[in-house]
């Protein structure tokens, strides 16, 4: 049995190992060949050591004539608005759904949370021509807008936690006098916290590396995001992949270190709260 055992965690950790290298080695090829110069890498190669290492890439970002301020505001202010509206409107979409007695509730709710069977690609026609007539094209609204009052699935999660608190301590806040909004604010809330900040987290890194709709509803450099300036600086230094490796790995700081800062919280919502 002993040896079974040794052997299954040999397994287990040589798995584990394989796919931390799978899932690290982009990561850590995109750093190395942002911190290598551009005649070092078209000489020997992407998979080198930088020698010297340098940070001119990064620095050219910042200085060049497509410089990253302006998307790196845009982006930060986006992603802002949106995770503020998303789980405010959220957080009391959910409670609603899971507390609010009305008639319709629970045919509003599965007909709300079917629209995440919707691909994105089939509303973003309507949205462009709707933006357009009301002459939000190319604006900060036009980013945040429909994205920013809610999703399907943060309050399909948000509401099948909020139904495992135990409904005596709800009782208990009733006949203290509390409203809907104060058991919210000092119940709901606390008692969810670890899934809560998942929600963040979720939301800060989907709306970062959104692509596809800023790319359609903005045009030129004023509201252009992260996702869209790289890809467009790819185009135009098509041979200069340091550059495009720098500008990748900047867009990809901030989310790794959200995640250092919540890591916590993420691993309590994975593995259960102690209201489960």
Known sequence: MKKKSVLSAIVAYTILIVAAVLTLAPFS???MTALRAPGDFLRQGPIHLPDPATIENFSALFTGPHSFVTP???TT?????ILVGQIVFSILAAYAFAYLQFPGRDVLFWAFIATLLVPQVVVVVPLFLAFQQMGLRNTFWALVLPFVFGSPYAVFLLRENFRSV?????DAMRVDG???LRMIRSLVVPLNRPIIVTLIVITVVTHWNSFMWPLIITTGDTWQTLTVATSALSTQYNNNWTMVMAATTLAMIPLILLYLVFQKQVAQSIGGTELR
């Open 72 to 74: 790196f505001a845009v």
């Open 166 to 170: 135990p409904q005596e301590l709800l």
């Open 77 to 81: 202010q986006m992603v802002a608005v």
């Open 178 to 180: 509390a409203g809907h």
């Open 29 to 31: 090829l995109s750093i």
